[in-house]
């Protein structure tokens, strides 16, 4: 690439995220001739491609393979050919960051949502009861990813009492260590500014069930009416599909923007350390356990059960933290033999201490 076309293409993809570590790792494909592009959105094995030649649209097929964890998805770097009828995306550049989830498939799979996202934006919509553990869920998978997560509250000009939205917003943020909590009304605008700076550093995903109000913030972030919106119903403060693909936009305020449809479930995908990082406080009060492997349901010197026993910690973070602990642990061990050993293992070695203290019950009883 001669340093005139070099620079065509850096002011034409810099909008995009296009920067000198992404040149680097495209140049094997520069000597080919294959030109660099953005995926800004995929459908039905085809995709289009943000380039310095315009919107490209191009095949998958020849790097999309069984695995749904390598197909070609929103927010790729690739390099594509630069004519052909059909032409092809040759080959995708080594992702910095990926978010996935477990598909519902029986198979355990995991599917890239997107790639390449320095912000997961979880919406969620002040329109209906605030959901923790589907937030502490999202927020699981967001760090997994590599990306930093921040809550947006949605509609917020639902709740035009100050007082009450401060106690939802520190209801998430008890819930959200580390992460950033904005309560956002696209109505009369309150909390956009505090966003467009978040999103104006990078690439952001907003993630977030139908009715969470996502395609309207994306407009509101926009300027313009660029993705269609639907109605709640006023039963339940549920939404439709509004979006049906996946599409990365580029903000005029700077940054760039990936718009997802609603998520009706977001499975764990190996997401351990995400959940860990979600319910840090645990963590840092399991270092203070007596036992090292302690499971905090009834052992002596257990720091986090005596947290729950002082109100230090709440019970239900406990609870959702174990949840998740367990759906990761199953998601994990139907892809990894020596875990689901150690799964049965552990098994055993509970039943035998429960049926031990079973045994003790019983002859307290005989000899009383």
Known sequence: ???????????????????EAWAAEF???????????????????????????????????????????????????????PGGNPRYVRAYLPRRTAFVRSTSSKRSEGQILAANVDHAIVAVSLAAELDLGRIERFLALAWESGAQPVVVLSKADLVPDAVTLSHLVQDVETS????????????????????????????????????????????????????????????????????????LLALPGGGVLIDTPGLRGVGLWDAETGVGQVFSEIEELAERCRFHDCAHEAEPGCAVLAAIETGELAERRLDSYRKLLRENQRIVAKTDARLRAEIRKDWKRKGAIGRAAMEAKRGSHWRS
Not at 1 to 19: C, E, H, K
Not at 213 to 218: I, M, R
């Open 1 to 19: 690439m001669t340093s005139s076309s070099a620079s065509s293409v850096s002011s034409a993809l810099a909008p995009y995220g296009w920067d």
């Open 27 to 81: 140049a094997p494909y520069d000597t080919e001739g294959l030109l660099p592009g953005r995926v800004i959105r995929v459908d039905r094995g085809q995709c289009d491609v943000v380039t310095a030649d315009g919107i490209l649209r191009a095949d998958t097929a020849f790097v999309t393979p069984h695995d749904p964890m390598r197909v070609v998805c929103t927010g790729d770097w690739v390099a594509v050919e």
């Open 176 to 247: 959200a260590p580390g992460v950033p909590v904005v309560p956002v009304s696209s109505l009369d605008g309150d909390g956009l500014d505090v966003l467009a700076a978040i999103v104006a550093g990078g690439t952001s995903v907003l993630l977030g069930q139908s009715g969470a109000g996502k395609s309207t913030l994306a407009n509101a972030l926009l300027g313009e009416d660029v993705m269609t919106v639907q109605a709640t119903r006023d039963a339940d403060g549920k939404g439709r599909h509004t979006t049906t693909t996946r599409n």
